[in-house]
């Protein structure tokens, strides 16, 4: 059954940027047309987190950071909450150099500008991957992340990064879903990869 999705942030009900030490790079509507994406999602799995990693500064560093960005929880489960709340406190480097396998997975998407997907997160590696035992703790397993793109420029913007308690066997529901919510609003210049599914699975 499908679960709608609820936009929660912080329990308040304004999902804005504010200023702090890290300067963000995008502006506003970047954020507006995110929080507006997430309000119309409709999930497979109500247990479900998705959050928005947006580019920053400090000083001369180039992080991903996702407080104070838009996320939705499919419902109020603790062990969402509790992934949400630790990520609050990561901030990656963009800018660091070294291997691509060694990148966190959301730099590594943003960097790469292509999308990673597994149906279940602890396939990643501790170092690779801060968030790992936090989601291993929270029984969660499914992991995506998208990068989102400005349809004009074709800059990538930042990445939608998705957790889930299920273990599909694909996510080409999830990344349609996500694909035709920023599509079907005529306003949104954001648009995700497209993909197409293929013998080995999800190609982007």
Known sequence: MLNSWHIIHHCITVI????????????????V??????????????CNLIQFWSPCRAGKYKLLKTVDQPFGLGTLDERLRNYRRESEHKRFR????????????????????????????????SKNHPLRDCAIRGDLHGYLVLPVFDSLTMS????????????????????QEVHQTLKGNHENRLVDYHFQQNKTGIDF
């Open 156 to 175: 990538c913007v930042g990445v939608l990064e998705s957790i889930t308690s299920s273990r599909y066997l694909d996510c080409a529901y999830e990344v």
């Open 16 to 31: 804005y940027c504010f200023k702090n030490k890290a300067e963000t790079i995008v502006g506003d509507e970047v954020n």
């Open 33 to 46: 047309k995110i929080q507006k994406t997430l309000r119309r999602l409709t999930l497979r799995d109500p």
């Open 94 to 125: 963009v800018d660091e150099e070294g291997k691509e396998v060694d990148l966190v997975p959301v730099v590594r998407v943003f960097r790469c500008q292509f999308p990673e997907w597994t149906p279940d997160v602890t396939k990643y590696y």
